[in-house]
């Protein structure tokens, strides 16, 4: 069954630490979807990354980075130089193409970033 | 402009009572969400619709019932409050037919049923 796991619930650094959120995800599908999502203290769920099973180049964008490693089934991300702006919850979400529409949120980290 | 709003952003109730809540996009998007997101912030989607037809329905009550009377318009109405429905609702879309594409959320609405 598809899943997705967060193990850390809560994270906390002092600013300018970089940071690293685990996913970890289980799909019986070939093809299928990786996102993250960032959800800030005012409450709306921001889009950060979408990243297909085909491509497991890294990418990166400013300070965010994503580590996607197939072979162990998880997608992570890094927070470089963290600001007190990062500070919010992220959650890890999956979408299998295979077996209808389904869309899988992970229980969320909640990140801390410290003055 | 906002390109998912809800209304209302918030909604307090008691039970028993029949609400809705109201959803729109103006991105031009083939597929509309419903999210519940629990107190501890888990996240799970409720419904799907490309189109207006129905394409995901979890396992929810049938208390819950959306309806899109276009491409641009999601509502949910829920039946007979419980306070177990006390949580914050989140409509979304994407282009496309299916679950891949990248999801743009509303505000939310938090509704607390006392």
């Known amino acids: 069954a598809q899943k997705v796991t967060q193990a850390q619930t809560e994270i906390s650094v002092v600013e300018k630490e970089d940071v690293t959120l685990d996913c970890v995800y289980e799909t019986r599908d070939t093809t299928y979807y990786l996102f993250w999502y960032k959800q800030p203290p005012s409450g709306e769920l921001v889009f950060l990354i979408r990243?297909?099973?085909?491509?497991?180049q890294n990418e990166i964008s400013g300070r965010y980075s994503w580590n996607f490693q197939k072979s162990t089934s998880s997608f992570n991300f890094t927070i470089t130089a963290s600001q007190v702006v990062d500070s919010a919850v992220y959650f890890c979400a999956l979408s299998e193409a295979d077996y209808g529409q389904n869309f899988v949120f992970g229980p969320g980290t909640r990140l801390s970033v410290l003055p | 402009d906002t390109a998912v709003s809800q209304t209302p952003k918030y909604l307090v109730t008691q039970m028993g009572n029949d609400k809705s809540i109201k959803c729109e996009q103006n991105?031009?998007?083939?597929?509309m969400y419903w999210y519940k997101q629990d107190s501890k912030k888990f996240l799970k989607i409720m419904f799907s619709?490309?189109?207006?037809?129905?394409?995901i329905n979890e396992t929810v009550p049938n208390r819950f019932s959306p309806k899109s009377p276009d491409k641009a318009h999601l509502n949910l109405h829920i039946n007979s409050l419980e306070l177990g429905d006390s949580a914050v609702y989140f409509c979304a879309s994407s282009q496309g037919w299916d679950t891949q594409g990248e999801q743009y959320f509303g505000p939310g609405t938090r509704l607390t049923v006392t």
């Open positions: 990243r297909n099973s085909f491509d497991e």
């Open positions: 619709y490309n189109n207006k037809e129905l394409i």
């Open positions: 991105l031009g998007h083939d597929t």
